[in-house]
């Protein structure tokens, strides 16, 4: 059954790009391809039962076309709802539903002009997100074995699942907004072209004028098609023969396919955009909020988008077509989000209306016009991606994508996760004093950042970039530069503000814990203090040193702390010109540096880190990390002296380098063993 299927796919398409049947001749050439098929066999395995059914590969994809069983992105074949009961999706169901409960408490509180920061708001918020994690948390409670539902398929196949969704969301926006499709071979862009020309063989007359369109050249469409494709696919000269199957008028349309805001400009699309315009104002991108005059407009500009622009095209290799794909219309994805630019929108909304002219609430009704469009064309590929996956018709309404927050300016990053914006609007309400700032995987954001460097790097990002009318590059490259100068003399005056957080975690949990900072660090500390010793899982403030391997340095360092101006220089000159046997023949009778260390105390360090008899990670690394509990609040004497200044400023300046390089600041990135924090711009 199988393949008497794929000989049916595969002459239709054939005959659908060829614009013909096929010939004997080409039937059976395709006949002797399937000749090749390698009817492997293969295991069908039920986790749940603990059954195995061992057959051919056609004998299983036979079974599946019959039985239509939910399948997973991670390939796992699951039940119908209605031929199985599921306790898990009761439980989620639940949780899910009752969140929504308390969303919509909190956001009552927000509408009667309360700040996100207010007591009520806050605790409502804080229930919500931790009935988000519990019911998350299910994903990885699945795959340990302790748990009553274990199934090592399950947790995967949430996992994969959300990534295809959210994959397919990327790549229809992508595809819908800008035809950033990526095509990959010839036979799928004419394909495409092909599907795309048999829909409508012209644009119809009662759409008007659009003077864009109108200037449309055969290059331009040729132009437009090469964009879509992965580089490389097809020559412009292939693209012309085929688009001379058919007539100008024909062809032209391809130019609507994703572009969306060369549609908009026909004569009669415009009068439907301009009555919602007029009619009330959309507060939220949803159809039960939206009176019939303004919905029927707006059910009518998405019908014709539909036939015109918008193409659903699923890839089978969508992961790795959308991580080699380089977006246009995408800004950042996350977890459960796809973040999207309206700017052209509003640009072409500014062609009639003055935008600077405009209340807050105004400019949400306009954007939520094209909010309300895009949410139906994500309903179009989520209803495609479960018809792929054989979800029940009952249940595919769980699957949607909404407009959840509104960000007038957004910084984003080339890491994953990694952005900040300023949120005005959540879910259709305006948000109090301004909006919340939102600052996801920052380092500004981490523990192992100093607290008075996030609050820095926060301020500046807030006030300088995000809020601001303007982004002020001169005041951020000022209070950078002054923050660096602070870092420097609070370091160089003994105080322990801008050394690093971390956690001496337990020596059992490390597979080489003697190459780890905070494992040497502590050793140091240890041996000096044994009345006051960092224990394992204890917060620790960590200093970079410049002593490395050179006792010498440490030697010197020492010296530089003795606060007896005459005996230091006597030291110091007796270090530079004098050759000892020990120690003690360096040192006066009292064999005594400082209140802070003693002969025992400088050699026991001796023998820990600079002994060749000692550990290996230990020797090869030397005192190049000291570390201090967190209760201490001075930095020993003797460490400020050998306290590596660039090492440790670049540690507090480069959680604010996503910052500064979105404000075209370039950070100039020296070798580890030449370390700088210069910056130009």
């Not at 748990?147 to 090592?152: K, L």
């Not at 990534?163 to 394909?191: D, H, P, Q």
């Not at 540690?651 to 130009?680: A, F, M």
Request: charged share 30%; glycine share 4%.
């Amino acid at each position: 059954m199988f393949l008497e299927k794929y000989k049916e796919k595969t002459t239709n398409d054939l005959e659908f790009i060829l614009g013909r049947k096929l010939t004997q001749k080409e039937i059976s050439h395709i006949e002797s391809k399937m000749k090749n098929f390698k009817d492997k066999r293969v295991a069908l395995v039920n986790t749940r039962q603990g059954k195995r059914k061992i057959g051919k590969l056609s004998e299983i994809l036979d079974w599946y076309t019959k039985e239509e069983p939910i399948v997973s992105g991670f390939g796992t074949f699951f039940h119908k709802q209605q031929d199985y009961h599921s306790i898990v999706c009761d439980l989620v169901l639940f949780l899910m539903n009752h969140r929504d409960v308390i969303k919509k408490q909190m956001f009552k509180e927000i509408e009667s002009g309360k700040a996100k920061s207010h007591p009520a708001v806050k605790a409502l918020d804080q229930e919500q997100k931790i009935i988000k994690l519990l019911a998350n948390s299910f994903y990885g409670a699945y795959s340990e074995k302790g748990f009553i539902f274990y199934d090592p398929d399950a947790g995967p196949s949430v996992t994969y699942t959300g990534r295809w969704v959210i994959g397919s969301m990327m790549y229809g926006f992508e595809t819908f907004l800008t035809g950033n499709a990526y095509f990959e071979s010839k036979n799928e862009l004419l394909l495409f072209i092909r599907k795309s020309l048999s829909n409508h063989s012209y644009v119809e007359k009662g759409l008007g004028s659009n003077p864009y369109f109108e200037k449309v050249t055969k290059n331009d469409v040729i132009n437009h098609v090469q964009k879509m494709c992965k580089p490389d696919v097809i020559t412009n000269e292939e693209i012309e023969t085929y688009l001379d199957m058919f007539s100008e008028e024909q062809y032209k349309t391809l130019y609507l396919k994703g572009n969306p805001y060369i549609f908009f400009h026909f004569e009669e699309i415009k009068k439907h955009i301009f009555k919602v315009l007029e009619g009330k104002p959309i507060q939220e991108a949803d159809a039960k909020h939206i009176e019939k005059e303004s919905l029927d407009e707006l059910e009518t500009i998405n019908y014709y988008l539909n036939e015109y622009v918008a193409f659903n095209h699923t890839p089978f290799n969508l992961t790795e077509r959308i991580t080699k794909m380089k977006r246009r219309a995408v800004i950042v994805v996350d977890t459960d989000s796809t973040f999207l630019t309206l700017d052209p929108w509003l640009n072409l909304i500014s062609e009639y209306v003055d935008l600077k002219e405009c209340e807050d609430q105004d400019k949400l009704f306009i954007m939520n016009i094209m909010v309300f469009l895009l949410r139906r064309f994500s309903d179009s590929v989520m209803h495609m991606l479960t018809t792929n996956s054989n979800i029940p018709e009952d249940y595919k309404k769980y699957l949607l994508f909404k407009s959840e927050f509104v960000y007038p300016r957004i910084l984003v990053t080339n890491g994953k996760k990694h952005y900040a914006g300023l949120i005005t609007y959540q879910e259709g309400k305006q948000l109090a004093n301004g909006g919340d700032i939102d600052i996801k995987g920052l380092a500004i954001k981490k523990v192992g950042t100093a607290k008075e460097t996030r609050e820095k790097f926060t301020s500046i990002l807030e006030h300088n970039i995000l809020r601001s009318e303007k982004v002020d590059v001169i005041k951020v490259i000022k209070e950078t530069l002054d923050f660096k100068d602070l870092i420097k003399s609070s370091l160089e005056n003994g105080e322990p503000r801008f050394l690093i957080p971390s956690k001496m975690g337990s020596m059992s949990k490390y597979k080489n814990p003697y190459t780890l900072a905070q494992v040497r660090g502590c050793i140091g500390w240890n041996i000096l203090n044994p009345q006051l010793p960092i224990q394992e899982e204890e917060s620790i403030l960590l200093i970079k040193l410049d002593i490395g391997t050179d006792e010498m340095k440490l030697l010197k360092s020492i010296i530089l702390s003795i606060p007896d101006e005459k005996r230091k220089t006597l030291l110091l000159e007796k270090l530079e010109s004098t050759n000892y046997d020990s120690i003690e023949d360096f040192l006066d009778e009292d064999n005594k540096f400082t209140e802070e260390i003693n002969i025992e105390d400088y050699e026991k360090i001796v023998e820990k880190f600079f002994d060749v008899n000692g550990n290996e990670d230990i020797i090869k690394n030397g005192l190049n990390w000291y570390a201090l509990p967190r209760s201490v609040k001075e930095i020993p004497k003797w460490i400020i002296p050998s306290i590596d200044m660039a090492g440790m400023i670049q540690s507090n300046i480069s959680p604010g380098y996503p910052i500064l390089e979105s404000c075209n600041i370039q950070i100039l990135r020296l070798p580890e063993d030449e370390v700088s924090t210069l910056i130009k711009f």
